[in-house]
Every structure is written in C-alpha cells, then in structure tokens.
C-alpha cells in the first residue's frame, strides 16, 4: 500500500489540482453575454471545460505556454484568457460581435492578460502572409440554427495553426467531425481527448428548462504540415 505522506506523486498531483481549480476559480469570474444572440449561438463556456481544455493543451501537449494562441470565435474571451493566465506568448481574440469584444476587453483588463482582438467574420477573414499562429482553440457554434457553422471555423483553423486546434463539439457529430476533418480540412490527425458535459444555461425565450447538459468532445486535430498541403 502506498501511503500519502510526503511521496512525491501525491504531492504533484496535489499541485496540479490546485492549478487546475485556480484557473477554474479565476474564469468563473468573468462577465458573459449580456444580450445574448440567438442567431450567433451565443452561448458561454463555462470555467470548467475551459480550465480543463487550456490545462491540457498546456500540460500534455505544450501548445500554451511561449507560443502564439488564437481564440476563434472569442466570445468573452473565457478560452483565450485561460491561454494568457497559462503565460502563452500572445493571445489574440477573434470576434464577430462588437458588443461581446467590448466584454472581452473588460474581462482582459480584470485579469490584467494583453490579449488583442479582432473583429471578424472567420469564415470570410483573410490572415496576413506573416500571421502566424501556433495553437487555436475554440468553441465554435454547434451548427444548429447556421448548419456547417462547427465545420466553417474547423476549416479555417486548420489552415492557420501550425501546431494544433483545440475545438468542441457535440458528442452526436463525432463520426462526421472525424471523417470530414481527415478527408476534407487537411488534418493529419483528430483525437477526442475526453467527452465533457456542456452546461447550456436557460438564456433564450424558447428555452423551457433552467439548463440542459448536451455531452461534447473535446477534440485535438493536428494540421498538415506546409509542405504537405
């Protein structure tokens, strides 16, 4: 039997649970939609899977911490946040809606995090030459009421990270997640990494319950090299 005691194991696991509810802590701080937009899918990741899906990408790949992060689709800002709290290089938001940007750039002063934004369209942005992004991370809108939207900013982040694209999605679309993401946006691989429970909190008139758990998977595709496409 292995005790506790002062074992070096226990002591770093220790350790890692108190950064991941740390950054849990410092995330469930954030201000989230106000005026949320049906229309955009607008709905807030919650500090759970996002501590988790940042500390992971961190820890088990090193695509965090030194290197240049994207947050596709930023909302708040929640993902992004967590990137620069887990010291990435530089952190930059993408946006459609202005008026979420400017919660974003709150939540970014609150935390004291330089992170920059742009508002955009994803899906009809044109990145510079020179832009170069080592790790995207998002949670994009599930395609629900704008079919193809999950799969519209998969295909863009493939094409502009160098090493990685964190990225969920419902549980339900894996097959065609992983089939389309080999076969038709370049990546030369796509793992769920663990299937996480997605908290949608009653925000729209046409929601009847208080909130739903909609099962997703967190997702880790790796880009094909430069050479290769």
């Known amino acids: 039997m292995v005790k506790r005691g002062n074992n070096p194991l226990f002591l770093q696991l220790a350790v890692l649970k108190d950064e991941v509810k740390q950054l849990e802590s410092l995330l469930g701080s954030l201000r989230q939609f106000e005026s949320p937009k049906i229309e955009l899918e607008q709905y807030p990741t919650g500090s759970h899977i996002a501590s988790r899906l940042l500390y992971t990408a961190d820890t088990s790949f090193g695509d965090v911490r030194d290197k240049v992060v994207a947050d596709f689709g930023c909302g708040c800002g929640t ?3 967590a990137a ?9 938001g993408y946006e459609v809606d202005a008026e979420t940007v400017e919660i974003a750039f ?18 009809n942005f044109r990145f510079p030459d020179n832009h170069v992004i080592d790790t995207v991370v998002m ?9 193809g939207a999950d799969v519209d900013f998969l295909r863009v982040a493939l094409k502009v990270a ?23 946006l370049g990546a030369s691989s ?18 009847k319950k208080k909130k739903v758990d909609v099962a997703v998977d967190l997702w880790r595709f790796v880009p094909k090299s430069t050479c290769e496409r």
């Open 84 to 92: 620069g709290l887990l010291r990435a290089q530089h952190v930059i």
């Open 106 to 123: 709150s939540n970014a002063d609150e935390l004291e995090i330089d992170m920059d934004f742009i508002l955009c369209n994803i899906k």
């Open 162 to 184: 160098s090493k990685a694209v964190y990225s969920l999605h419902k549980t339900t679309t894996r097959d065609h997640i992983q089939r389309t993401s080999i076969r038709e």
């Open 79 to 81: 993902l992004g946040l």
């Open 190 to 207: 796509a793992e769920v990494l663990c299937e996480l429970r997605f908290d949608l909190p009653q925000l729209y008139k046409f929601h």
């Open 139 to 147: 949670n994009p809108p599930f395609g629900t009421r704008n079919k």
